[in-house]
């Protein structure tokens, strides 16, 4: 509901200067204006306070444009006050408007309603900051009529008791034209080609048409209108448009769209003088040599309110309309639009009606859009009626919506699109308003939950237009309706008479009167479903919250007896009730029975269950917070590691962490306590916490010794072997964030802890458990070197296929990629990575697809695919913005590989795009140098030593992309350097590696020999760039021209800017 608040400025001034009876006087005629004008747009004043009116537009009967009728009021209110003579300019006024959701109750004894609520008190405290004769406004009424009025910029008001400032808007007048936001036409084409078949034969054949647009509000009768129109002129050049647009309160303006017609026909100006109109009708009807013209221009001068004359019948009216549209139409060809005809009074309807009957062959098309009410109005509208084409406009199918969304976003995203398609129910408004209000409140498309939470709030004028039709049903239908929406979209009769008994013989009768006002349609039986999706939700809305939570209560119950045997079934939809039935008690003042709260957790636990067998992660951990919200103290721990073990992230560790503290306090099992701390430790030593800032040496060990003295108490082995897995990852962990490789005794005892893991997991069939021991002991190969064998253990894994959650599967693919490129074989790499590129859909685990595509980067920058890594390393800095911007350390390298192919071809625009990320995440991480990238590129060396100085020397891939930089530039690192390399504990030798090496020294030791000891790996390797500098290189020292220009033409197909500068001069 929209709340208008009026007062008078200055009141205490004005009554000490004038008389009691002459400020009586002035208030007397300021209430009468007030209640005048706030009747004429359908409302009436709540109240008198002092001053002050207070008016509610909404309430006890809705309109679809309420927040509209109360800018409209306001306006009006204003500037009669300003002009009243009677009034002589002393008392001045300012007004606040707010819209939002109250409370309105009958009065018993007077049957007045009484209307209270948040939204109240903000229309006056709006009021209080506007200025004399300024009207404030909320921002929810601004969105809810921007595109019909003008608002200043938005601002903040303090207002008392509310934790937040109310943000505002300075009402500056109406709009000059509807905001309209142009798409292209999408699912419309047959009702596009039917508008265009008629027209043909109006102004092409000149037989007159009559083509009406009937279609709820949203689904694009305007839209279609526009594409028509725009299409017009090739069909008829000389065609002229006139436009009548219907005002919601048509009934209080008669004719006032006629204006629009009669204007746009005689090319009137709107700010014309009311002898100038009647000039101005007088002299285009005599150009069309009308008969009886000055009779015909008095009457339509009269009915837009500027005539001399009255006009005793409407007939009279009548007749000159048709005879001044058919003068006009055998001028040029006329197409005339009413639109929104549903809101036009009685009287502009008869004649419309009228007036669409023209007579004789004339080129005239008349188009009516209407919602439809106007068939609730009018039964018989357009029936018997020759020439004449009813169109009502479908819902579009899901794909026309996705295609829709794309236009919008101008970018593909299909599980967004489905999301707004399965929310828009086929209207195209609607979902233009779903895809604007995420894309406004929402960071990335690729947060689902951000986007549920979003979708879940409807834009103000969906909601007031379906308000309006269910506050004019019966009583019991109205009733029935609201019960049904606590049963959900599709309900059955039998459901509404189990949670409301006494409706239990008179329902289905009911139900019949709803679906035939089109608000319900019968789907089998007795099963029926909400015409659409936005009925279900206002009507919902119209109950308070303990009444909601009764019904909740009682549907759950319902449902529950139901699930009998069909638990997987239902379990989502009787936790939903159980959830909301006590959540809803919760904020009244009555208790909440016990008994309520603990079936609640038990059912969103069973429900999280059932979404996490579908790979439902994010629904999972939404059903299991909902049970944290709810549950006793001693359910919390078991909660939080379901949550952990849900989660794939950060948010995992802090689950586990929880869980664990919890447990502690309740006095939880070794079991349960050893599992929380296994979670932690996958977390942290797998999985680097998927971008968190890690925990230290310290506190990995203190967590490892506690585990290993929970497992002396624990009695499943389940648990004890996630904590084995866990730790097998530590010699791993340590390597890649301390730079400690560790003995081989450490090695062994690791492998032996992964192998006992897999022993229990191949034996109790945990496939889950069965892929991270097979990942331990692939690191534990890696680190000593036999990446082939640890490059088996993930095809292993691979093979298990769908049997392993999404994650599970793309790390499998990642390391297996990751091994690959240690291995020399990039083409491999590639491959590998295409295939599990394959397996996950746009939107699904950011973050883990992120670290697949970032070894895809590197390995299509060493074989030489430069446009194909550039994309790949766009992909990168997507998926990284969809994961939240995460400290994604385990992502360097690809935006590194990227950023070594913007460098190398000058692109200065792509490299500032990837050293976003660089900067970001090396910032974010912080730690033992691993900010290098940036630090590396952003400005050239004094010192050889300064690239390895700033490279983290323990992963492969970061000591080849290092040399080979050093290189490129003719300043290889020195020799001891190298040496020294090859002899630390932490190096891993790979044939890339070991080819830069050579190069190097090739380089530093003038050695074409040793170069050619490069040039071979590279190229058994694939890696095109890198051979090609080496063969230039060596081409330098022996003066062999002939491969100089070979080296060069291989640069100049890549791009290599900066190469081909250093080695041009040579080959010249």
């Not at 029926?528 to 009507?539: K, S």
């Not at 208790?591 to 996490?612: H, I, S």
């Not at 059903?623 to 590691?641: D, I, K, N, T």
Request: with cysteine; hydrophobic share 45%; net charge negative.
């Amino acid at each position: 509901m929209t709340v208008l608040f009026a007062d008078v400025t200055e009141s205490t001034e004005l009554g000490e200067s004038i008389d009691v009876e002459d400020l009586r006087a002035l208030l007397a005629t300021y209430y009468d204006l007030a209640k005048r004008v706030i009747a004429a747009h359908g409302a009436s004043v709540e109240k008198f306070i002092g001053d002050a009116v207070m008016a509610v537009f909404g309430t006890p009967v809705a309109h679809g444009d309420d927040p509209d009728r109360a800018l409209s009021a306001a306006l009006e209110l204003r500037d009669l006050v300003r002009r009243e003579p009677s009034l002589s300019g002393r008392l001045r006024i300012r007004i606040g408007v707010n819209t939002g959701v109250v409370v309105a109750s009958r009065e018993p004894s007077a049957g007045d309603f009484l209307v209270t609520g948040d939204p109240v008190t903000v229309a006056a405290r709006l009021q209080q900051t506007a200025r004399p004769w300024g009207i404030a406004c909320g921002v929810r009424t601004l969105r809810a009529a921007g595109a019909t009025f003008k608002f200043g910029p938005i601002y903040s008001v303090e207002v008392k008791g509310k934790q937040t400032p109310v943000r505002a808007a300075q009402l500056l007048g109406r709009q000059a034209a509807p905001l309209r936001s142009r798409t292209r036409l999408i699912g419309r084409d047959s009702d596009l080609a039917q508008l265009e078949i008629v027209a043909k034969r109006a102004l092409v054949e000149r037989r007159p048409m009559v083509a009406s647009v009937v279609a709820p509000a949203g689904t694009g009768k305007t839209r279609l209108l526009e594409e028509f129109l725009s299409r017009l002129p090739a069909m008829a050049p000389d065609a002229v448009v006139a436009t009548a647009q219907c005002l919601p309160y048509g009934q209080r303006l008669t004719y006032w769209p006629l204006r629009a017609i009669l204007f746009r026909l005689a090319r009137i100006s709107e700010d014309a003088s009311p002898q100038q109109i009647r000039d101005g009708i007088r002299t285009w009807l005599s150009s069309l040599d009308l008969a009886e013209t000055p009779r015909v221009a008095e009457v339509l001068a009269t009915t837009i309110g500027v005539g001399e004359a009255e006009v005793a019948d409407g007939t009279t009216i009548h007749t000159a309309w048709r005879s001044a549209l058919e003068a006009a139409a055998r001028g040029a060809p006329l197409v005339i639009v009413f639109e929104d005809l549903h809101w036009s009074s009685d009287s502009l309807l008869d004649l419309v009606e009228y007036v669409m009957q023209p007579r004789g062959d004339l080129p005239l098309m008349f188009v009516a859009l209407a919602r439809p009410e106007l068939l609730d109005r009018r039964p018989g509208w357009g029936g018997g009626r020759r020439n004449y084409l009813a169109l009502s406009l479908e819902p579009l199918s899901n794909a026309a919506v996705g295609e829709l969304v794309r236009e919008l976003i101008e970018a593909d995203a299909p599980q967004f699109a489905e999301r707004v398609a399965s929310r828009a129910d086929g209207n195209p408004f609607f979902a233009g308003e779903l895809v604007r209000s995420v894309v406004e409140q929402v960071p990335s498309l690729a947060d689902v939950a951000a986007v549920d939470r979003t979708l879940a709030t409807l834009p103000d004028t969906v909601q007031a237009t379906l308000l309006a039709r269910i506050d004019l049903l019966e009583p019991d239908e109205r009733r029935v309706l609201q019960l049904a929406a606590i049963l959900g979209r599709s309900f059955r009769a039998s459901g509404i008479a189990a949670i409301e008994p006494v409706l239990a013989h008179d329902s289905e009768p009911i139900i019949e009167q709803l679906a035939a006002k089109d608000l319900v349609r019968p789907a089998g039986d007795d099963r029926y479903t909400f015409r659409h999706i936005l009925i279900r939700e206002v009507a919902y809305q119209t109950m308070p919250r303990a009444e909601r939570a009764r019904l909740h209560a009682a549907a759950a119950r319902w449902y529950e007896t139901r699930a009998a045997g069909r638990e997987v079934e239902l379990a989502e939809i009787v936790a939903y009730h159980f959830r909301e039935a006590v959540s809803l008690a919760r904020s009244g003042t009555a208790p909440v029975p016990a008994d309520l709260t603990v079936d609640a957790v038990r059912w969103l636990m069973r429900a999280a269950e059932v979404a996490l067998a579908s790979a439902a992660n994010v629904e999972a951990v939404r059903h299991l917070r909902g049970a944290v919200e709810l549950a006793a103290p001693a359910q919390l721990p078991e909660l939080y590691e379901r949550i952990g073990d849900a989660f794939a992230s950060v948010e995992a560790a802090d689950a586990y962490q929880r869980a664990l503290e919890l447990s502690r306090d309740v006095g939880g099992s070794a079991d349960q306590q050893l599992r929380a701390i296994a979670g932690m430790l996958h977390v942290h030593l797998r999985t680097g916490g998927m971008g968190g800032q890690p925990p230290t040496d310290a506190e990995i060990t203190r967590l490892m010794t506690e585990g290993t003295e929970l497992v002396q108490r624990a009695t499943d082995e389940v648990a004890t072997a996630r904590f084995l897995v866990a730790q097998s990852f530590y010699p791993f962990w340590l390597l890649r964030n301390s730079g400690h490789l560790p003995g081989p005794a450490d090695l062994a005892s690791a492998e032996d802890r992964a192998h006992r893991a897999l022993e229990v997991a191949t034996r109790t069939k945990d496939v889950r458990l069965q892929s991270a021991a097979l990942d331990a002991s692939g690191s534990i190969l890696s680190l000593r070197g036999d990446h082939r064998g640890a490059r088996e253990l993930a095809r292993q894994r691979i093979a298990m296929g769908e049997a392993l959650e999404l994650r599970e599967r793309l790390d499998a693919y990642t390391v297996a990629t990751w091994y690959s490129i240690y291995l020399g074989d990039l083409d491999e790499a590639i491959r590998t990575s295409a295939a599990g590129l394959a397996v996950v859909q746009p939107g699904q685990a950011p973050g883990w697809t992120l670290h697949l595509v970032s070894w895809r980067t590197l390995a299509l920058t060493l074989v030489g695919r430069w446009d194909e890594a550039v994309e790949a390393a766009e992909r990168a800095r997507t998926l990284w913005i969809e994961s939240g911007r995460t400290a994604a350390g385990y992502a360097l390298h690809g935006f590194f590989a990227g950023l070594v192919v913007a460098h190398a071809r000058r692109n200065d625009t792509q490299r500032e795009r990837f050293r976003e990320p660089l900067e970001e995440i090396g910032t974010a991480i912080g730690h033992q140098g691993r900010k290098h990238p940036l630090e590396f590129l952003s400005h050239d060396p004094q010192e050889p030593d300064h690239y390895l100085r700033y490279f983290d020397q323990r992963q492969p891939e970061t000591i080849e992309l290092a040399i080979a930089f050093a290189s490129d530039r003719d300043k290889p690192p020195p020799e001891r350097l190298l040496e020294r390399l090859r002899a630390g504990e932490r190096y891993v030798s790979t044939p890339l590696v070991e080819a830069e090496i050579a190069r190097a020294l090739g380089l530093l030791r003038r050695d074409p020999a040793k170069l050619a000891e490069a040039i071979a790996v590279f190229e058994r390797c694939g890696a095109a760039p890198s051979a090609a500098r080496a063969r230039c290189e060596r081409a330098v020292l022996t003066g062999d021209q002939d491969e100089l220009r070979a080296g060069v033409a291989i640069l100049d197909r890549l791009g290599d800017a900066r190469q081909l500068a250093r080695f041009r001069v040579s080959a010249v």
